[in-house]
């Protein structure tokens, strides 16, 4: 048999912590396990840098995180690319220039000094489900005192935060939100999610034809674009909707079982 590898966002595709769906229902998680039984791979690709609760019972083959930057496959680490002193620098000057609102992201750590700027706060309610201060972030630090993979800042406009984009873009790889909560989220130099993706399954020698994506948000459209077949969840962007193969139902109504039943259903019991 043929191996596949399907590729999951988390919020907005496998959780909708805003809805309080902080796992997949039990269906969902039975179709993932049944699809790996036939020796396929599943694999988390998302702009987060660590796996919520609701989803460490499912045993993924692989994890492509904070948007690339961050590749795991096998419990072996294949990529983790951290931001240097100098990166860290001048993305708090462009901020403070800008009035963004950073949060930095370690593997071992997290730095932000708003955490109750009233942004910061909507940012816990949309990916945590939850307004609660969180413990053990850093508060007061300088740049050489973060170890950040990742930086999400956070605008009060569209224009602040493009300024702040075009500053930052030849040094940088940046995944830009221009609806919504408006906000960056911002790494080294490098991949992608969509060319994260693409990597690991050619590193895997898995044909294009073979791969699957599930996604919501305009940080999946390259990923839609370099695997065979892109299916976007009915609570998408329409953006990411008008060029998926097949939009499937929202998150919370079983969107991933009933695109799973469309395309492998006669292998699924």
């Not at 034809?209 to 999946?220: E, I, L, R």
Request: proline residues 2%; hydrophobic residues 40%.
């Amino acid at each position: 048999m043929i191996m596949k590898i399907a590729f999951f966002d988390i919020d907005g595709t496998l959780i909708n912590a805003q809805n309080g769906m902080m796992s997949p229902d039990d269906e969902t998680k039975d179709i993932l396990k049944q699809f790996q039984q036939q020796g396929n791979k599943i694999v988390i690709a998302s702009a987060r840098g660590a796996i919520p609760e609701g989803l460490k019972d499912i045993l993924f083959d692989g994890y492509v995180l904070c948007d690339g930057h961050y590749i795991i496959y096998n419990n072996e680490i294949l990529v983790d690319e951290v931001l240097t002193t100098p990166e860290i620098q001048k993305q708090m000057e462009v901020y403070q220039k800008y009035q963004g609102r950073p949060m930095f992201y370690g593997h071992h750590g997290e730095w932000c000094d708003c955490l109750d700027d009233e942004l910061v706060i909507k940012h816990r309610v949309m990916f945590q489900g939850t307004d609660q201060r969180p413990e053990n972030v850093v508060e007061r630090y300088e740049a050489q005192d973060v170890d950040a993979i990742s930086c999400c800042v956070l605008f009060e406009t569209v224009e602040q935060m493009w300024k702040a984009y075009h500053e930052l873009e030849n040094d940088m790889t940046i995944v830009a939100y221009d609806h919504g909560l408006i906000r960056m989220d911002v790494y080294h130099k490098g991949f992608k999610k969509g060319t994260a993706c693409k990597y690991l399954y050619q590193k895997l020698g898995i044909d294009q034809k073979d791969t699957y994506a599930f996604g919501d948000g305009v940080n999946d459209m390259e990923m839609f674009e370099l695997v065979g077949h892109g299916i976007a969840m009915g609570n998408a962007v329409d953006r990411l909707k008008n060029i998926a193969e097949f939009v499937t139902d929202y998150v919370d109504c079983a969107g991933i079982d009933k695109a799973f039943y469309k395309y492998f259903g006669k292998d699924l019991s």
